[in-house]
């Protein structure tokens, strides 16, 4: 339906400017003649004179250029298609002006010439040539047009799916790791074992369901990290963990699990791999929409080179880079600190 309304509406206008045009050529031949009139019958004329340009031009739209589009058909073979059809609607424009537009519509007032005079061709020429031309640049234009939001439409697929495979990938990682916890406290026996697994399921239950939206407010991001602080807490008699907090906003949207990856990094190559007493600092602040995140962490070894991202570090990395294109992540490798420093502008989430 809104197809049909935009093809009467680009007829209808250009209905009444041929009107108008007929109206200025013709008017000095038709000086004795009511005013009204010479419009009713420059309208009249402008209607006759329409059905072949009509023809040719969805000849065009809907036989020729989908061939082009398509590559079906050779251009050549196209192109001698569509000269054998302008010509024929030259010969038809031509009848209809020689055999009813002048003699009937007009009366037989205007200046005839013959059928085929060299300036009634030219008229013709430029009379078709102009609605056509228009007809098909509007065409081409909406077949572009189409063709952009399409690959923007693969394009947003593919990194939706790339986006999905990232949270996946990142989860099993996690749960992988919380389970050689949970195996180390059961070899030891150890009374935490059940509070461990309790709390391994809370935040499963918040991974299976609540990671699933796009984006969940600060507070509950905050809630996982501090459920998981409390899992790993039990696992470690010598590690301080002083975590500071600074927010104007409780109710400020963030991806899900975003902050998780770096606070699971810091456990895992800080405190678990630590033999003596060993500390964790983080920070988190956020105002006006600006999110400030920091982890630091012990480490024993005393490597100091090119940092090798885990899987944890490289998703939350790639996943940054497809949802804000406002951040920045800085890693640092100290000779007994692991240092993270995030800054993300909220209000740049990109929907994917």
């Known amino acids: 339906m809104k197809r049909l309304l935009m093809h009467g509406a680009f007829w209808l206008v250009y209905l009444l400017q041929d009107t108008v045009l007929q109206l200025v050529w013709v008017a000095p031949a038709l000086k004795n003649i009511p005013e009204y009139v010479q419009v009713r019958m420059a309208f009249e004329a402008a209607i006759a004179a329409l059905m072949p340009k009509l023809l040719f031009t969805y000849f065009i739209l809907y036989v020729a250029v989908p061939k082009i589009v398509q590559g079906t058909v050779k251009l050549a073979a196209i192109i001698c298609q569509v000269a054998i059809a302008f010509l024929v609607t030259v010969v038809l424009y031509r009848l209809i002006f020689a055999y009813y537009i002048n003699p009937i519509i007009y009366s037989g007032v205007l200046k005839t010439r013959s059928l085929f005079h060299v300036l009634n061709l030219l008229l013709a020429v430029m009379d078709i040539g102009f609605v056509s031309g228009v007809a098909i640049t509007l065409k081409l234009l909406r077949i572009q047009l189409a063709a952009r939001e399409r690959e923007k439409n693969l394009v947003r697929e593919k990194l939706e799916a790339e986006l999905k495979f990232l949270r996946h990938q990142t989860n099993p990682h996690f749960l992988f790791n919380t389970l050689n916890n949970i195996y180390a406290l059961a070899r030891k026996r150890s009374a935490a074992t059940a509070e461990v697994v309790m709390r391994l399921s809370k935040l499963l ?43 104007d906003d409780e109710t400020r949207k963030i991806a899900p699990l975003l902050l998780l990856p770096f606070v699971e990094n810091a456990f895992k190559h800080g405190a678990s791999e630590s033999r003596f007493d060993s500390f964790i600092r983080m920070q988190v602040q956020l105002q006006q929409g600006r999110l400030t995140f920091s982890v630091e962490n012990t480490k024993e070894n005393d490597f100091t080179g090119n940092i090798t991202e885990n899987i944890g570090l490289h998703n939350v990395r790639r996943q940054l880079e497809l949802m804000y294109p406002d951040h920045d992540l800085q890693l640092q490798n100290e000779a007994t600190t692991f240092s993270v420093r995030l800054s993300i502008n909220l209000t740049s989430y990109a929907q994917v």
């Open 205 to 247: 239950r918040f991974m299976l369901y609540e990671s699933k939206r796009n984006l969940i407010t600060i507070a509950d991001e905050l809630k996982i990290l501090d459920d998981y602080i409390a899992l790993e807490k039990m696992r470690y008699e010598r590690l301080t963990i002083h975590f500071q907090r600074d927010i």
